[in-house]
Protein backbone atom coordinates (compact mmCIF):
# COMPACT_ATOMS: atom_id res chain seq x y z
CA UNK A 1 0.00 0.00 0.00
CA UNK A 2 2.53 2.40 0.82
CA UNK A 3 4.43 1.85 -2.59
CA UNK A 4 1.29 2.71 -4.41
CA UNK A 5 1.07 5.58 -2.50
CA UNK A 6 4.08 6.47 -3.35
CA UNK A 7 3.77 5.87 -6.88
CA UNK A 8 0.30 8.09 -7.09
CA UNK A 9 2.38 11.00 -5.43
CA UNK A 10 4.96 10.41 -8.32
CA UNK A 11 2.52 10.58 -10.69
CA UNK A 12 0.64 13.78 -9.41
CA UNK A 13 3.96 15.60 -9.35
CA UNK A 14 5.52 14.80 -12.94
CA UNK A 15 1.66 15.31 -14.11
CA UNK A 16 0.63 18.92 -12.67
CA UNK A 17 3.40 20.24 -12.02
CA UNK A 18 4.14 22.48 -15.38
CA UNK A 19 3.12 25.57 -17.07
CA UNK A 20 -0.16 24.37 -16.93
CA UNK A 21 -0.82 25.25 -13.23
CA UNK A 22 -0.31 29.13 -13.84
CA UNK A 23 -4.08 28.92 -15.10
CA UNK A 24 -4.70 28.24 -11.36
CA UNK A 25 -3.83 31.90 -10.70
CA UNK A 26 -6.88 33.98 -12.68
CA UNK A 27 -8.75 31.33 -9.92
CA UNK A 28 -7.01 33.07 -6.72
CA UNK A 29 -6.90 36.08 -8.29
CA UNK A 30 -10.91 36.52 -9.34
CA UNK A 31 -11.62 35.25 -5.52
CA UNK A 32 -9.72 37.64 -4.01
CA UNK A 33 -10.59 40.29 -6.25
CA UNK A 34 -14.05 40.13 -7.15
CA UNK A 35 -16.36 39.38 -3.36
CA UNK A 36 -19.11 36.71 -3.32
CA UNK A 37 -21.32 38.93 -2.70
CA UNK A 38 -21.19 41.04 -5.75
CA UNK A 39 -24.35 41.54 -8.41
CA UNK A 40 -22.80 43.22 -11.46
CA UNK A 41 -22.70 41.07 -14.58
CA UNK A 42 -19.03 41.79 -15.25
CA UNK A 43 -17.65 41.11 -12.23
CA UNK A 44 -19.76 38.05 -11.89
CA UNK A 45 -18.47 36.94 -15.00
CA UNK A 46 -14.82 37.17 -14.19
CA UNK A 47 -14.98 35.79 -11.17
CA UNK A 48 -17.23 32.52 -12.92
CA UNK A 49 -14.30 32.51 -15.96
CA UNK A 50 -11.38 32.79 -13.34
CA UNK A 51 -12.77 29.63 -11.63
CA UNK A 52 -13.71 27.77 -14.95
CA UNK A 53 -10.17 28.18 -16.32
CA UNK A 54 -8.92 27.02 -12.81
CA UNK A 55 -10.24 23.59 -14.20
CA UNK A 56 -8.12 23.29 -17.81
CA UNK A 57 -4.70 22.17 -15.53
CA UNK A 58 -7.18 19.50 -13.59
CA UNK A 59 -8.21 18.61 -16.83
CA UNK A 60 -5.22 18.13 -17.98
CA UNK A 61 -3.98 15.62 -15.39
CA UNK A 62 -6.91 13.77 -16.07
CA UNK A 63 -5.68 13.28 -19.51
CA UNK A 64 -2.27 12.13 -18.53
CA UNK A 65 -3.37 9.41 -16.16
CA UNK A 66 -5.84 8.57 -18.56
CA UNK A 67 -3.09 8.11 -20.77
CA UNK A 68 -1.30 5.88 -18.65
CA UNK A 69 -3.80 3.72 -17.98
CA UNK A 70 -4.67 3.23 -21.43
CA UNK A 71 -1.42 1.92 -21.78
CA UNK A 72 -2.12 -1.14 -19.29
CA UNK A 73 -6.63 -1.61 -19.77
CA UNK A 74 -6.51 -0.34 -23.92
CA UNK A 75 -8.41 2.62 -25.10
CA UNK A 76 -11.85 1.46 -24.93
CA UNK A 77 -11.53 0.58 -20.94
CA UNK A 78 -10.04 3.50 -20.16
CA UNK A 79 -11.83 5.66 -22.21
CA UNK A 80 -14.73 4.35 -20.11
CA UNK A 81 -12.65 5.04 -16.99
CA UNK A 82 -12.24 8.90 -18.21
CA UNK A 83 -15.76 8.83 -19.42
CA UNK A 84 -16.89 8.76 -15.24
CA UNK A 85 -14.38 11.04 -14.09
CA UNK A 86 -15.07 13.61 -16.58
CA UNK A 87 -19.17 13.81 -15.90
CA UNK A 88 -18.22 14.19 -12.18
CA UNK A 89 -18.13 17.72 -12.71
CA UNK A 90 -21.34 18.27 -14.44
CA UNK A 91 -23.17 15.43 -11.70
CA UNK A 92 -21.68 17.99 -8.67
CA UNK A 93 -22.86 21.41 -10.58
CA UNK A 94 -25.77 19.91 -11.58
CA UNK A 95 -26.63 18.77 -7.25
CA UNK A 96 -26.39 21.67 -6.44
CA UNK A 97 -28.39 23.70 -9.23
CA UNK A 98 -31.20 21.18 -8.11
CA UNK A 99 -31.09 21.44 -4.37
CA UNK A 100 -31.46 25.40 -5.53
CA UNK A 101 -34.27 24.86 -7.51
CA UNK A 102 -32.84 25.61 -10.65
CA UNK A 103 -34.68 23.08 -12.23
CA UNK A 104 -34.37 24.41 -15.71
CA UNK A 105 -30.60 25.07 -15.66
CA UNK A 106 -29.93 21.63 -14.47
CA UNK A 107 -31.75 19.87 -17.78
CA UNK A 108 -30.33 22.64 -20.24
CA UNK A 109 -27.11 22.09 -19.14
CA UNK A 110 -26.92 18.75 -19.18
CA UNK A 111 -28.13 19.06 -22.73
CA UNK A 112 -25.44 21.98 -23.31
CA UNK A 113 -22.06 19.31 -21.90
CA UNK A 114 -23.88 16.59 -24.56
CA UNK A 115 -23.42 19.35 -27.47
CA UNK A 116 -20.54 20.58 -26.74
CA UNK A 117 -18.96 17.08 -26.98
CA UNK A 118 -20.52 16.06 -29.76
CA UNK A 119 -19.79 18.86 -32.03
CA UNK A 120 -16.91 20.89 -30.37
CA UNK A 121 -14.58 18.75 -29.22
CA UNK A 122 -15.03 15.48 -31.19
CA UNK A 123 -15.31 18.30 -34.23
CA UNK A 124 -11.73 20.37 -32.59
CA UNK A 125 -10.51 16.01 -32.12
CA UNK A 126 -11.47 14.89 -35.78
CA UNK A 127 -9.82 18.22 -37.31
CA UNK A 128 -6.41 17.55 -35.51
CA UNK A 129 -6.68 13.66 -36.52
CA UNK A 130 -7.09 14.69 -40.05
CA UNK A 131 -4.25 16.33 -40.71
CA UNK A 132 -2.62 12.99 -39.60
CA UNK A 133 -3.92 10.78 -41.57
CA UNK A 134 -6.69 11.86 -45.23
CA UNK A 135 -8.69 9.06 -43.51
CA UNK A 136 -9.01 8.01 -39.91
CA UNK A 137 -10.39 4.69 -39.36
CA UNK A 138 -12.47 3.88 -36.31
CA UNK A 139 -13.16 1.05 -34.77
CA UNK A 140 -16.80 0.00 -36.10
CA UNK A 141 -18.46 -1.99 -33.06
CA UNK A 142 -18.16 0.35 -30.11
CA UNK A 143 -18.51 3.31 -32.27
CA UNK A 144 -21.80 2.02 -33.73
CA UNK A 145 -22.87 1.26 -29.92
CA UNK A 146 -22.08 4.78 -29.03
CA UNK A 147 -24.00 6.42 -31.57
CA UNK A 148 -26.79 4.23 -31.11
CA UNK A 149 -26.83 4.83 -27.62
CA UNK A 150 -26.87 8.63 -27.69
CA UNK A 151 -29.39 8.17 -30.28
CA UNK A 152 -31.92 6.43 -28.02
CA UNK A 153 -30.77 8.48 -25.03
CA UNK A 154 -32.38 10.98 -27.32
CA UNK A 155 -35.32 9.69 -27.58
CA UNK A 156 -36.07 8.87 -23.96
CA UNK A 157 -35.71 12.42 -23.35
CA UNK A 158 -37.74 13.32 -26.57
CA UNK A 159 -40.52 10.84 -25.03
CA UNK A 160 -41.67 12.67 -21.55
CA UNK A 161 -41.15 16.06 -23.26
CA UNK A 162 -43.60 15.38 -26.23
CA UNK A 163 -46.08 14.09 -23.03
CA UNK A 164 -45.45 16.80 -20.89
CA UNK A 165 -46.90 19.12 -23.50
CA UNK A 166 -49.75 16.97 -24.25
CA UNK A 167 -51.24 17.10 -20.82
CA UNK A 168 -50.59 20.77 -20.84
CA UNK A 169 -47.68 20.30 -17.20
CA UNK A 170 -46.78 23.72 -16.78
CA UNK A 171 -43.87 23.52 -14.67
CA UNK A 172 -41.77 21.54 -17.45
CA UNK A 173 -38.50 20.89 -15.97
CA UNK A 174 -39.41 20.10 -12.33
CA UNK A 175 -41.36 21.92 -9.36
CA UNK A 176 -41.46 21.39 -5.64
CA UNK A 177 -44.73 19.46 -5.24
CA UNK A 178 -44.87 15.29 -5.54
CA UNK A 179 -46.68 15.53 -8.54
CA UNK A 180 -48.01 12.67 -11.17
CA UNK A 181 -45.49 14.13 -13.66
CA UNK A 182 -42.96 13.44 -10.87
CA UNK A 183 -43.84 9.90 -10.54
CA UNK A 184 -43.48 9.01 -13.98
CA UNK A 185 -39.89 10.57 -14.27
CA UNK A 186 -39.06 8.56 -11.25
CA UNK A 187 -40.16 5.50 -13.18
CA UNK A 188 -38.93 6.04 -16.60
CA UNK A 189 -35.41 7.10 -15.12
CA UNK A 190 -35.27 4.08 -13.22
CA UNK A 191 -36.18 1.88 -16.58
CA UNK A 192 -33.11 4.02 -18.22
CA UNK A 193 -30.58 3.61 -15.56
CA UNK A 194 -31.48 -0.46 -15.43
CA UNK A 195 -30.86 -0.47 -19.35
CA UNK A 196 -27.78 1.90 -18.99
CA UNK A 197 -26.39 -0.60 -16.75
CA UNK A 198 -27.48 -3.60 -19.06
CA UNK A 199 -24.65 -2.09 -21.72
CA UNK A 200 -21.76 -2.83 -19.59
CA UNK A 201 -22.76 -6.26 -18.90
CA UNK A 202 -22.78 -6.49 -23.17
CA UNK A 203 -19.32 -4.25 -23.03
CA UNK A 204 -17.54 -5.86 -20.69
CA UNK A 205 -19.58 -9.17 -20.42
CA UNK A 206 -20.79 -11.24 -22.85
CA UNK A 207 -19.41 -9.34 -25.66
CA UNK A 208 -16.57 -8.29 -24.38
CA UNK A 209 -14.39 -9.30 -27.60
CA UNK A 210 -16.50 -7.67 -29.96
CA UNK A 211 -15.56 -3.83 -28.09
CA UNK A 212 -11.89 -4.43 -26.57
CA UNK A 213 -11.23 -4.62 -30.28
CA UNK A 214 -8.89 -7.94 -29.30
CA UNK A 215 -9.83 -11.99 -28.54
CA UNK A 216 -9.96 -13.00 -25.39
CA UNK A 217 -6.93 -15.62 -25.35
CA UNK A 218 -6.81 -18.16 -22.04
CA UNK A 219 -3.30 -17.41 -20.01
CA UNK A 220 -0.56 -19.57 -20.50
CA UNK A 221 0.56 -21.13 -17.15
CA UNK A 222 4.29 -21.59 -18.55
CA UNK A 223 4.94 -17.77 -19.41
CA UNK A 224 2.80 -16.41 -16.11
CA UNK A 225 4.98 -13.94 -14.20
CA UNK A 226 3.71 -13.30 -11.02
CA UNK A 227 6.09 -10.54 -10.22
CA UNK A 228 4.99 -9.12 -13.88
CA UNK A 229 1.78 -8.96 -12.84
CA UNK A 230 1.77 -7.21 -9.37
CA UNK A 231 3.92 -4.80 -10.97
CA UNK A 232 0.83 -3.93 -13.39
CA UNK A 233 -1.49 -3.99 -10.44
CA UNK A 234 0.26 -1.72 -8.50
CA UNK A 235 0.41 1.20 -11.43
CA UNK A 236 -3.35 0.66 -11.95
CA UNK A 237 -4.19 1.23 -8.29
CA UNK A 238 -1.77 4.12 -8.27
CA UNK A 239 -3.44 5.28 -11.59
CA UNK A 240 -6.84 5.15 -9.96
CA UNK A 241 -6.18 6.83 -6.88
CA UNK A 242 -4.39 9.50 -8.71
CA UNK A 243 -7.55 10.32 -10.50
CA UNK A 244 -9.53 10.04 -7.44
CA UNK A 245 -7.56 12.87 -5.84
CA UNK A 246 -7.96 14.91 -8.89
CA UNK A 247 -11.41 14.71 -9.66
CA UNK A 248 -12.12 15.79 -5.87
CA UNK A 249 -10.11 18.96 -6.57
CA UNK A 250 -12.36 19.49 -9.11
CA UNK A 251 -15.18 18.86 -6.99
CA UNK A 252 -13.67 21.87 -4.74
CA UNK A 253 -13.57 24.35 -7.42
CA UNK A 254 -16.88 23.38 -8.30
CA UNK A 255 -18.72 24.57 -5.81
CA UNK A 256 -17.48 28.75 -5.52
CA UNK A 257 -17.93 27.96 -9.40
CA UNK A 258 -21.95 27.03 -8.78
CA UNK A 259 -22.35 29.92 -6.09
CA UNK A 260 -21.32 32.50 -8.74
CA UNK A 261 -23.44 30.69 -11.27
CA UNK A 262 -26.44 31.42 -9.38
CA UNK A 263 -25.96 34.87 -8.33
CA UNK A 264 -25.58 35.09 -12.12
CA UNK A 265 -28.69 33.60 -12.98
CA UNK A 266 -30.51 35.47 -10.77
CA UNK A 267 -28.60 39.31 -11.16
CA UNK A 268 -27.90 39.61 -14.90
CA UNK A 269 -29.81 40.01 -17.94
CA UNK A 270 -27.88 36.77 -19.62
CA UNK A 271 -30.24 33.89 -20.23
CA UNK A 272 -30.59 30.38 -18.96
CA UNK A 273 -30.31 29.08 -22.27
CA UNK A 274 -27.09 30.74 -22.89
CA UNK A 275 -25.39 30.37 -19.65
CA UNK A 276 -26.54 26.45 -19.75
CA UNK A 277 -26.25 25.51 -22.84
CA UNK A 278 -22.92 27.15 -23.98
CA UNK A 279 -20.91 29.42 -20.91
CA UNK A 280 -21.42 25.92 -18.21
CA UNK A 281 -20.59 23.15 -20.64
CA UNK A 282 -17.64 24.71 -22.10
CA UNK A 283 -15.97 24.18 -18.78
CA UNK A 284 -18.13 21.31 -17.51
CA UNK A 285 -16.24 19.52 -20.16
CA UNK A 286 -12.81 20.76 -20.26
CA UNK A 287 -11.62 17.00 -18.95
CA UNK A 288 -13.33 15.04 -21.65
CA UNK A 289 -12.15 17.71 -24.13
CA UNK A 290 -8.50 17.85 -22.82
CA UNK A 291 -8.37 13.45 -23.72
CA UNK A 292 -9.90 13.65 -27.01
CA UNK A 293 -8.12 16.61 -28.23
CA UNK A 294 -4.58 14.85 -26.49
CA UNK A 295 -6.07 11.72 -27.91
CA UNK A 296 -6.95 12.59 -31.71
CA UNK A 297 -3.05 14.24 -31.24
CA UNK A 298 -1.27 11.23 -30.86
CA UNK A 299 -3.30 9.49 -33.54
CA UNK A 300 -5.51 7.51 -30.73
CA UNK A 301 -9.62 7.98 -32.52
CA UNK A 302 -10.92 5.33 -30.38
CA UNK A 303 -10.06 6.85 -27.20
CA UNK A 304 -11.24 10.74 -28.50
CA UNK A 305 -15.01 9.20 -29.40
CA UNK A 306 -15.31 7.47 -26.30
CA UNK A 307 -14.36 10.49 -24.29
CA UNK A 308 -16.69 12.46 -26.27
CA UNK A 309 -19.63 9.84 -27.41
CA UNK A 310 -19.90 8.06 -24.27
CA UNK A 311 -19.58 11.02 -21.60
CA UNK A 312 -22.58 12.70 -23.83
CA UNK A 313 -24.52 9.04 -23.56
CA UNK A 314 -23.71 8.56 -20.07
CA UNK A 315 -25.14 12.35 -19.38
CA UNK A 316 -28.30 11.44 -20.29
CA UNK A 317 -28.61 7.92 -19.49
CA UNK A 318 -27.12 7.90 -15.95
CA UNK A 319 -26.39 11.60 -14.87
CA UNK A 320 -30.08 12.98 -15.30
CA UNK A 321 -31.84 10.00 -14.45
CA UNK A 322 -29.39 9.98 -11.01
CA UNK A 323 -30.53 13.68 -10.32
CA UNK A 324 -34.80 12.07 -10.74
CA UNK A 325 -33.64 9.75 -8.21
CA UNK A 326 -31.14 12.32 -5.80
CA UNK A 327 -34.11 14.90 -5.80
CA UNK A 328 -36.90 13.03 -4.47
CA UNK A 329 -35.12 12.68 -0.92
CA UNK A 330 -34.13 16.78 -0.92
CA UNK A 331 -38.11 17.79 -2.10
CA UNK A 332 -36.89 18.65 -5.30
CA UNK A 333 -38.95 17.17 -7.99
CA UNK A 334 -36.80 16.81 -11.36
CA UNK A 335 -38.79 16.14 -14.78
CA UNK A 336 -37.10 14.15 -17.32
CA UNK A 337 -38.49 17.07 -19.65
CA UNK A 338 -36.53 19.33 -21.66
CA UNK A 339 -37.36 22.97 -23.10
CA UNK A 340 -37.88 22.33 -27.22
CA UNK A 341 -34.65 24.54 -28.04
CA UNK A 342 -32.15 22.67 -25.99
CA UNK A 343 -33.81 19.21 -27.01
CA UNK A 344 -33.88 20.22 -30.70
CA UNK A 345 -30.07 21.39 -30.60
CA UNK A 346 -29.02 18.25 -28.53
CA UNK A 347 -31.46 16.13 -31.52
CA UNK A 348 -29.32 17.99 -34.65
CA UNK A 349 -25.55 17.30 -32.42
CA UNK A 350 -26.09 13.60 -32.02
CA UNK A 351 -28.04 13.10 -35.80
CA UNK A 352 -24.57 14.56 -37.12
CA UNK A 353 -22.42 12.66 -34.84
CA UNK A 354 -24.74 9.14 -36.23
CA UNK A 355 -24.33 10.80 -39.66
CA UNK A 356 -20.58 11.43 -39.87
CA UNK A 357 -19.51 8.27 -38.03
CA UNK A 358 -21.72 5.60 -39.71
CA UNK A 359 -19.32 4.80 -42.35
CA UNK A 360 -16.53 4.20 -39.57
CA UNK A 361 -14.24 6.73 -41.06
CA UNK A 362 -13.37 10.40 -40.68
CA UNK A 363 -11.79 13.40 -42.09
CA UNK A 364 -10.62 16.73 -41.21
CA UNK A 365 -13.68 18.29 -42.88
CA UNK A 366 -16.51 16.49 -41.10
CA UNK A 367 -14.57 17.60 -38.11
CA UNK A 368 -14.92 21.23 -39.52
CA UNK A 369 -19.08 20.57 -40.07
CA UNK A 370 -19.44 19.50 -36.56
CA UNK A 371 -17.53 23.13 -35.38
CA UNK A 372 -19.59 24.74 -37.32
CA UNK A 373 -22.75 23.82 -35.85
CA UNK A 374 -21.85 24.08 -32.93
CA UNK A 375 -20.98 27.79 -34.00
CA UNK A 376 -24.76 28.62 -35.70
CA UNK A 377 -26.17 27.03 -31.95
CA UNK A 378 -23.57 29.10 -29.46
CA UNK A 379 -24.84 32.61 -32.12
CA UNK A 380 -28.51 31.94 -31.45
CA UNK A 381 -28.40 31.29 -27.71
CA UNK A 382 -26.62 34.64 -27.36
CA UNK A 383 -28.01 36.87 -29.88
CA UNK A 384 -31.64 35.77 -29.94
Known amino acids: MDRTLRDCLNLLKSDYVSGWSLLLLPALLSLAVVPSSTTTTMALLLRFLGLGVALIPLARVISRLVDHLSDHLGDRYSGVVSVGLGNLVELVVSIMALTSGLYKLVVISVAGAVITNCLLMLGISTVLAGQREQLVTIQASSTELQARQLMLSLLLLAIPTIIS ?16 FALYSLAVAVMILIYYVLSFVLQLGTHRSFFSGNPIKPADPSTSRPSTET ?12 MGVVSLAVVAISEPLVQTLEVLVAHTHLSELFIGLILLPLFGSTAEGVIAVGAARRGRMDLAITSTMESSGQLMLFVLPVLVLIGWPLGRFLHLSVPLNALGCTGIAVLAVHWITENNQLDWYEGMQLITLYGVILLGCLLL
Open 165 to 180: LGTGTTLLEGNDQRDS
Open 231 to 242: EHEHEIAAILIA
